[in-house]
DNA sequence: TTCCGACAGTGGGGTCGCAAT
DNA sequence: ATTGCGACCCCACTATCGGAA
C-alpha cells in the first residue's frame, strides 16, 4: 500500500469456544454496519465490506473524520445505531440504503462510528505491526470526541466478559490475537463469541427447493397464542442432505390444502402440512415483525406437544427447561 | 494419509430504488 | 398506487476441493 486506501477488512470466524487467554484481547460485538474509514487528504471515504462507498448515507461521520485532526489514515470500524443501551442493526437500517445525505440526516437517528483498528497513518502503512500496538497508535492519533468513538477492550478474562455481553443482551465478544498482524479477509485472528437465543417452534409448512437443492426450501414456522397459530418466519439453513430427504418425505404425508396458520403468510407456492412436527431453531433475535433473525435448524423436537409451543420471553420461559 | 481453510451455493429478515403492472 | 425484483446490509450452514500438516 502506497497511500492511504481501500483495504479489505478482516472477518471473525464463528466459533462455539469461549476461553480466556493472556495472547488475546475481547472487545463488544456491535451491531451495526461494517466500515473503512479512508483519508488521503481530501474528503474521507467511508467504504462497505464490499467496497460500497457509504458517505451519502452517514455525513455526519464523514464531517467528523475530517475534523478528526489528522490527513492521510485508513481506520477500521463499525458504524451503529443505538436502542435504548444497545447498539442495533435494526434502528440503523433505514439509513443504509438511504443516497440523499439530507434525507439521511433528517431521520434523527442518531449514529456513531466505533474504531477498533488503524491500518495506515500519516506516511506508514501499520498493517504489519501487531494488533495492541495498532490499537495503541489508533487511540493516540485521534482526537475521539461523537460520533466517532474509540472501542475499549479487554485484555483479560474473556469469559467472564461474554457472560456479562449476553446478560447486557449485546450480540456478543469478539476476541481478538493481540500479536497479529492485520489480516484481510475470514481470518482465525478473530473469533466470534455470540450469544444466541434458541426455543422450539411448530413446522406447519415449507417452500420448494431452488437450484441443486434437495427436498425443500425453507420451513415455515409458528408457534400458539391463545389457541391460534401465529407465524414466526422460515428456516432454510441447518441441514444436510439426508435430513432434506427425509424430513421432506415427513412433511408430504401430513400435507394439507389449506395455510393451518391464523397470519396471513405470503409465500408463493406454499406446501402446508398438519401442525404435528417440532423443530428447535437457533436465532439471534426477533425482528419488530415477529420473524425470526438468522434462524438455522439444530433438530427435531420429540418431548413436547405441539400445542406447548408458545413464543418465549424473558420472564416467559419454560420453567421445565434449564439452558 | 488426514485435516483445514477457502469458496460456492443454498437458505433467512429487512430496506430502498426502480421498473412493470 | 401497488407490486415485484434486484441489490444491498446483516447473516448460518453444507458440500467440495486443493493444499498444508
Redesign the pocket.
Given at each position: 500500500m502506497s497511500g492511504p486506501a481501500w483495504h479489505e477488512p478482516t472477518l471473525a470466524?464463528?466459533t462455539g469456544r469461549r476461553f480466556s487467554d493472556e495472547h488475546w484481547l475481547f472487545e463488544p460485538?456491535f451491531?451495526?454496519?461494517?466500515a473503512v474509514g479512508v483519508r488521503d487528504t481530501g474528503t474521507p471515504k467511508l467504504y462497505?465490506?464490499?467496497?460500497?462507498e457509504?458517505n451519502d448515507s452517514f455525513p455526519e461521520l464523514v464531517e467528523a473524520l475530517t475534523t478528526c485532526g489528522r490527513q492521510r489514515f485508513v481506520v477500521d470500524g463499525e458504524i451503529v445505531a443505538f436502542d435504548g443501551r444497545n447498539t442495533s442493526?435494526?434502528a440503523l437500517?433505514?439509513r443504509?440504503?438511504?443516497?440523499?445525505p439530507r434525507?439521511a440526516r433528517a431521520t434523527g437517528m442518531t449514529v456513531y462510528y466505533y474504531l477498533f483498528d488503524l491500518l495506515y497513518l500519516d506516511e506508514r502503512d501499520t498493517t504489519e505491526l501487531p494488533l495492541r500496538q495498532r490499537k495503541t497508535m489508533l487511540r493516540d492519533a485521534f482526537e475521539f470526541t461523537d460520533p466517532v468513538r474509540y472501542t475499549t477492550h479487554r485484555n483479560t478474562d474473556g469469559e467472564r466478559y461474554f457472560r456479562q455481553a449476553c446478560g447486557r443482551g449485546w450480540?456478543g465478544v469478539i476476541a481478538k490475537r493481540a500479536d497479529a498482524a492485520y489480516h484481510s479477509?475470514?481470518?482465525?485472528d478473530w473469533l466470534?463469541f455470540?450469544c444466541s437465543q434458541g426455543q422450539e417452534f411448530v413446522i406447519a409448512g415449507f417452500?420448494?427447493?431452488?437450484?441443486?437443492?434437495l427436498g425443500f426450501?425453507?420451513l415455515l414456522l409458528g408457534y400458539y397464542e391463545n389457541g391460534r397459530l401465529r407465524y414466526a418466519?422460515?428456516?432454510?439453513?441447518?441441514?444436510?442432505?439426508?435430513l432434506l430427504g427425509s424430513l421432506h418425505a415427513q412433511l408430504r404425508d401430513g400435507e394439507m390444502p389449506s395455510s393451518p396458520f391464523t397470519d396471513q403468510v405470503?409465500e408463493?407456492g406454499a406446501h402446508w402440512v398438519s401442525p404435528s412436527l417440532i423443530g428447535q431453531i437457533?436465532f439471534?433475535e426477533w425482528?419488530?415483525?415477529?420473524?425470526?433473525?438468522?434462524?438455522?435448524?439444530?433438530g427435531l423436537r420429540e418431548d413436547k406437544n405441539p400445542t406447548e409451543v408458545v413464543r418465549e420471553t424473558p420472564g416467559n420461559e419454560d420453567v421445565t427447561e434449564n439452558r
Open positions: 470466524t464463528l460485538k451491531d451495526g454496519v461494517r462497505s465490506r464490499n467496497r460500497k457509504m442493526f435494526a437500517q433505514p443504509i440504503h438511504l443516497t440523499d434525507r450480540e479477509g475470514r481470518s482465525s466470534k455470540k417452500t420448494d427447493p431452488q437450484g441443486a437443492r426450501g425453507a418466519g422460515k428456516v432454510g439453513t441447518g441441514f444436510d442432505e439426508s405470503r408463493p437457533e439471534t425482528t419488530r415483525d415477529g420473524r425470526l433473525r438468522h434462524p438455522r435448524f439444530s
